[in-house]
Nanobody
Framework: VQLQASGGGLVQAGGSLRLSCAASGRNFGDYRMGWFRQAPGKEREFVASISDSGTITHYADSAKGRFTISRNNAEKTLYLQMNSLIPEDTAVYYC???????????????????WGQGTLVTVSS
């Protein structure tokens, strides 16, 4: 599967953005999907994940209550709605696909086999 993230941009603190990740190829509905981010000078970190059916979601503590992950399998698209953005959310955001979906490993970068190119989110104070 190939992934293309979009929707990033410059937003003021307190604002919102909606990221999208368009998938091409077959079997999008078979993959657990995740969003990760990497801030300048920092390691890539888990943001949120969603099961193949869309019924199970997980969030990093930093995202809980502010971000919502969702997917549309018919349209092969993954979303991340980000509200109440803060400067600390500034990062390149990546979508990724995990073909295994192994329990309790939703936040592990190594579980995700396919990655999009990333989209930059900049939150100004």
């Amino acid at each position: 599967v190939q992934l293309q993230a979009s929707g990033g941009g410059l937003v003021q603190a307190g604002g919102s953005l909606r990221l999208s990740c368009a998938a091409s190829g077959r079997n999008f509905g078979d993959y657990r999907m995740g969003w990760f981010r990497q801030a300048p000078g920092k390691e890539r970190e888990f943001v949120a994940s969603i099961s193949d059916s869309g019924t199970i979601t997980h969030y990093a503590d930093s995202a809980k209550g502010r971000f919502t992950i969702s997917r549309n399998n018919a349209e092969k698209t993954l979303y991340l709605q980000m509200n109440s953005l803060i400067p600390e959310d500034t990062a390149v955001y990546y979508c990724a696909a995990d073909p295994s979906g192994r329990p309790l490993r939703f936040s592990e970068i190594s579980e995700y086999e396919y990655w999009g190119q990333g989209t930059l989110v900049t939150v100004s104070s």
